[in-house]
T-cell receptor, first 115, second 111 residues
Framework: SQTIHQWPATLVQPVGSPLSLECTVE??????LYWYRQAAGRGLQLLFY??????ISSEVPQNLSASRPQDRQFILSSKKLLLSDSGFYLC??????????????FGSGTRLTVV | DAKTTQPPSMDCAEGRAANLPCNHS???????VYWYRQIHSQGPQYIIH???NNETNEMASLIITEDRKSSTLILPHATLRDTAVYYC????????????FGKGTKLSVKP
């Protein structure tokens, strides 16, 4: 069965420090991968998505970047965090093709607090 | 993706059916209707999706009107653990569509 791992679960970082959040998927190949952010009291915002290794699409220009060095690995990074980067970060995957039966599967999320 | 409209909040008594409405009047012919829910401090969970036929799985039923302009998610016997924000999303299936979440409906199941 497919599983998605996301870590760390919580993170407190000072303003100006770098960030690296990692997400890996097991039990599937060539998944679509996504990074979402949910700021406190707000909805889920799609940040990046990837349909293959090295292929990254950005939905919102910002202080963050994403990379996909391996088929089932998706990394969210920042060189210098801002206070506004605080939030709940979620990784998700979905299958490829013209349709999929089970929608997106989300990881358990990383709660980032920038202080 | 077609825009969806949901009531901001609803209450439901435990053990009763919860009927969550969604309006998607501008949905196109090949856009699916997806439902997710997010329990506090967790990632969203897929519930069900459909194109034009009604669908049922172990979690819920999805009723889509014949003109596809609206749908209803039905939780047949709501429990306290069903308290969550429920999102209705209209999007293309597969790699063409990205899930764009709105504000959803906050469902509170009460004893």
């Amino acid at each position: 069965s497919q599983t998605i791992h996301q870590w760390p679960a919580t993170l407190v970082q000072p303003v100006g420090s770098p960030l690296s959040l990692e997400c890996t998927v097991e039990g599937t190949s060539n998944p679509n991968l996504y990074w979402y952010r949910q700021a406190a009291g707000r909805g889920l915002q799609l940040l990046f998505y990837s349909v293959g290794i090295g292929q990254i699409s950005s939905e919102v220009p910002q202080n963050l970047s994403a990379s996909r060095p391996q088929d089932r690995q998706f990394i969210l990074s920042s060189k210098k965090l801002l206070l506004s980067d605080s939030g709940f970060y979620l990784c998700a995957w979905s299958g490829l093709g013209g349709s999929f039966n089970y929608g997106y599967t989300f990881g358990s999320g990383t709660r980032l607090t920038v202080v | 993706d077609a825009k969806t409209t949901q009531p901001p909040s609803m209450d439901c008594a435990e053990g009763r059916a919860a009927n969550l409405p969604c309006n998607h009047s501008t949905i196109s012919g090949n856009e699916y209707v997806y439902w997710y829910r997010q329990i506090h401090s967790q990632g969203p969970q897929y519930i069900i999706h459909g194109l034009k036929n009604n669908e049922t799985n172990e979690m819920a039923s999805l009723i889509i009107t014949e003109d596809r302009k609206s749908s209803t998610l039905i939780l047949p016997h709501a429990t306290l653990r069903d308290t969550a924000v429920y999102y209705c999303i209209a999007t293309y299936g597969g790699s063409q569509g990205n899930l764009i979440f709105g504000k959803g409906t906050k469902l509170s199941v009460k004893p």
